[in-house]
Each structure stands twice: as structure tokens, then as C-alpha cells.
């Protein structure tokens, strides 16, 4: 394949603009805020996991406390009533007494009973309204984390989409003055060659391999024409001569 020399020297700049947009590329894939976000979301994920179960805790708690104080209730007014019954006098049978006397003891005894389970579960529910608290401090404090990195990742994002606009638009205009069959193979190679499709022949080196060109290469190099679309022996890649050849 021939192509004038200036259009195979368009053809670096066309390599170069594709290689700042790949770098660009990896840049975006690779922002540290990437990373520092799935962390955030993971801590975040757990702690609202946590704080869902804390919750269920201390709603739970708070139904039984009202449960057992429910149960207090109905134990007191029970001994309030049998209290008054044994006051007012309606009760003279010495059997039914010592009776009403028995049960007024045993009331006593169960509220007791039942006041410590109610403590018991104020101590607990305390304690879920506690850890409810610490966690919903948490959970505010890594999604504010969440959002600032976030943040920053949008505009580090914005900065780089906008270079890579600009970039691309230079790439159009350059790539446009590149004969089609020419811009045609590079595209081809770009695709084999992990996206280094030309290369410049510097100092008897090729930019695309690192490969030195051996002494027939160069002298096969030498006798070729300007015109002559050159190929990399090692890398196959388009081979670009410049003043800095070396030749």
C-alpha cells in the first residue's frame, strides 16, 4: 500500500489523539472514587442492615413492655378489688376470708413478679433505643461520607468527559484527512494490537514493539519509497518514518 508521507504522519497524530483517549478511558474506569464508593455503599448496606434489626428490637421490646404492664394492671386492680371487699365487711365466712386473704398474698406476690419482668424489659428496650441511635448517627455520618465522594466523582467525571469530547473532535477533523484505505488498516491493527494500530520508526526503533529494526530491516527501510506504507517486521504494525528515524 502507498500513501503520501504527510498523510502517513496525520496518521500519528490520529494514533496519538487514540492513545490520550484511551488513557483517558482507563482514568475514568480507575478514579479512586470508584473503589472508595463500593466500600462506602458496603459499610453503608451493613449498617442499615443493622439498624433495620435494632429497630425490629426495640419495636418488639416496646410491645412487650406494654403487654406486661397490661398484665400489671390487671393483677393490681384485682388485688384492689379483693382489698376492698376484705375492708367493706361483706365477706364473714372465716373460710372465704382466710380464701380472700390467700389470693390478696398471691397477687402481690405475681405483680412483683410481674413489675421485674417489666423492668427487665425496659432495660432492654433502653438499650435497643440506644444502639437505634448510635447506628442512625452512623448510617447519617457514611451516607454523608457517600454523597461527598459521589460528588466528586461527578465532577472528576465532567472534567474528563469534557477532554474527551474535545479530543474526540480533534480526532475527527485529523482522521478525515487520512486516506480511507490507510485509516481502514490502522483501525484494523488498532483492533489487533491493543490499540496501537502505528507506530513511528525512531532511531532505528519501533515505538509500537520497542523492538531496534536489525540491518537488513533498516536497509529494506532505506530503499523503500516515501510513499511506501511500511510494516513493522516484529509487530506487524503500520511503521511510521519521521526526520528522527535514524536512517
Known sequence: MNAAHADQLRLLDVQSLDVRLSQLAHKHSSLPEHAEIESLTKDLTHLRD??????????DT????????????????RSVRDQQRLDSGAVTSPKDLESLQHEIVSLAKRQ????DVVLEIMERRESAQERVSELTERVTSVQ????????R???AEEKINSEVASITKDREV????VPADLLKLYEKLRGQHGGVGAARLYQRR?????LELNITEVNDVKAASRDTVLRCENCHRILIRTSESGL
Do not use: P, Y
Not at 416496646?62 to 386492680?77: L, M, Y
Not at 412483683?112 to 413489675?115: I, K, Y
Not at 454523608?144 to 460528588?151: E, G, R
Open 50 to 59: 443493622l439498624l433495620v434489626a435494632a429497630q425490629t428490637e426495640e419495636s
Open 112 to 115: 412483683g413478679d410481674l413489675e
Open 174 to 177: 485529523v482522521a478525515a484527512s
Open 62 to 77: 416496646a410491645r412487650e413492655q406494654t403487654k406486661a404492664e397490661q398484665d400489671v394492671d390487671q393483677v393490681r386492680q
Open 206 to 210: 519501533c515505538e509500537g514493539c520497542r
Open 144 to 151: 454523608a461520607k457517600v454523597d461527598d465522594a459521589t460528588a
Open 153 to 155: 466523582r461527578a465532577a
